[in-house]
């Protein structure tokens, strides 16, 4: 299993991002899929997850604003960010659930700045 | 939200030494937790879940205890390649993880 993180980068406050994470060796519909940020030389923070049944959950911090979908044709999960803040500046990656419940396989994760 | 608590934040240990690092939640887990190990520049890497199983292809050297608010990690014997900072983990509600330990080298 494989997962790439795409479509960071650099956008103003209150500005708008889409993260894309692009799945091989299984169908993003078998698991979780979940999106994890850590912003830098900080922690760990679980932003979003779309589950396998269909539905989508989301962090206080950015519900509202951020919002998760899943592409099964693409075999791709992305996550639209709006309304974009200083604190939301981190690598994202994207994880999926296994068997265990727990999330084994990680993207590499891809920045996201945000300037005022 | 339930915090995820751990200690102590950095721990300076040489190779060869035993460790345990602690994290405590805010309210009873059960056995929900998971321990993940990130390397600098990396993703972060499930070594432990359910609080007490290694994951796939984790060396033997870590094992993991604890049930309801406190867990531990302990890693028996670090090799060099140990240090890094180390999350715990809860799945019981929406995940949250403890702000983490780094391991530095003596």
């Known amino acids: 299993v494989q997962l790439v993180e795409s ?3 650099l956008v103003q406050t209150g500005g708008s991002l889409r993260l894309s994470c692009a799945a091989s ?8 899929m979940s999106w994890v940020r850590q912003a830098p030389g900080k922690g760990l923070e679980w932003v979003s ?3 396998s049944g269909g539905g989508t959950n989301y962090a ?15 075999n791709t999960v992305d996550l639209q960010m709006d309304s974009l803040r200083a604190e939301d500046a981190a690598v994202y990656y994207c994880a999926t659930r296994e068997s265990t419940g727990y ?7 891809t920045l996201v700045t945000v300037s005022s | 939200e339930i915090v995820m608590t751990q200690s102590p934040a950095t721990l300076s240990l040489s190779p060869g030494e035993r460790v345990t690092l602690s994290c405590r939640a805010s309210q009873n887990v059960n056995s929900y937790v998971a321990w993940y190990q990130q390397m600098p520049g990396q993703s972060p890497r499930l070594l432990i879940y359910d609080a007490s199983n290694r994951a796939t292809g984790i060396p033997a050297r870590f094992s993991g205890s604890g049930s309801g608010t406190d867990f531990t990690l302990t890693i028996s014997g670090l090799e060099p390649e140990d240090f890094a900072v180390y999350y715990c983990l809860q799945r019981y509600k929406w995940p949250t993880f403890a702000q983490g330990t780094r391991l530095e080298i003596k």
């Open chain 1, 60 to 74: 206080d911090s950015v519900k509202g604003r951020f919002t998760i979908s899943r592409d099964e044709s693409k």
């Open chain 1, 49 to 51: 997850v779309f589950y």
């Open chain 1, 25 to 32: 060796g299984k169908s993003v519909t078998t698991d979780n």
């Open chain 1, 103 to 109: 999330y084994l396989q990680w993207g590499r994760g």
């Open chain 1, 7 to 9: 479509g960071g980068g």
